[in-house]
């Protein structure tokens, strides 16, 4: 094992974790989760069978990851940010043959208590703001926030607001071309 788990996290025979990665106080990490190198489970975190986590992802405390999520590499989950992969749940009727994928592209941030509702994929680089409801596709580089979220801005991949519209400069160095519906990296 060249992961660490602490003694009070269950993680089911079948678990796939990568190389340095670190599951914290009372995470359960299903048996068919694949998880990549170099992640963090806060406390609390819950890992379906059928997840698939990248490299460099960071989950913090009291974060579900159900069945149908993918979190692609450097993936941050802010604490108690909800995922869902039922569009129309009822306690009385199954329906885990619907289950929604939902895709979590590379270096996106989902902000503390924020809902992603199944179904739906969340561009590279992508920030959903604090609070905020996701029910559709996000652009990579774009700043959601609100109920239902609406795009506010771009975002730099080194979590900066980009300001402003053509060839812009991030105080990173990082250059872009934004127009009215695109964040594209020079």
């Known amino acids: 094992m060249n992961y660490t788990v602490h003694p009070t996290a269950i993680v089911d025979e ?4 990568g190389e340095g990665s670190r ?3 009372w995470v359960h990490i299903c048996g068919g989760a694949r998880i990549g190198e170099h992640c963090s489970f806060g406390q609390n975190v819950f890992v379906g069978n059928d997840v698939v986590i990248g490299n460099n992802v960071k989950v913090q405390n009291n974060v579900s990851v159900y069945d149908a999520v ?6 941050f989950c802010g604490p108690s940010m909800v995922f869902t992969n039922v ?3 009822r ?18 941030t989902l902000g503390a208590n924020c809902t992603i509702v199944c179904g739906v994929t969340i561009g ?11 029910n559709r596709d996000v652009p990579p580089y774009a700043l ?3 109920v239902p979220a ?3 801005g771009w975002m730099c991949k080194c979590g900066v607001q980009l300001k402003g519209k053509g060839e812009l400069r991030c105080e990173c160095g990082t250059e872009y071309r934004i127009d009215e519906s695109s964040c594209t990296p020079l």
């Not at 009727?93 to 590379?106: D, L, P």
Request: proline letters at 2%; glycine letters at 10%.
């Open 144 to 146: 959601m926030l609100g």
């Open 87 to 89: 569009y129309n749940p």
């Open 150 to 152: 609406r795009q506010r």
């Open 91 to 108: 306690s009385a009727i199954t329906r885990r043959n619907e289950y929604r994928k939902t895709q979590v592209c590379r270096g996106a």
């Open 70 to 75: 993918q979190l692609d590499d450097d993936v």
């Open 23 to 25: 599951v914290w106080h």
């Open 14 to 17: 079948g678990a796939q974790i």
């Open 124 to 134: 590279e680089y992508a920030f959903v703001g604090a609070g905020a409801v996701i």
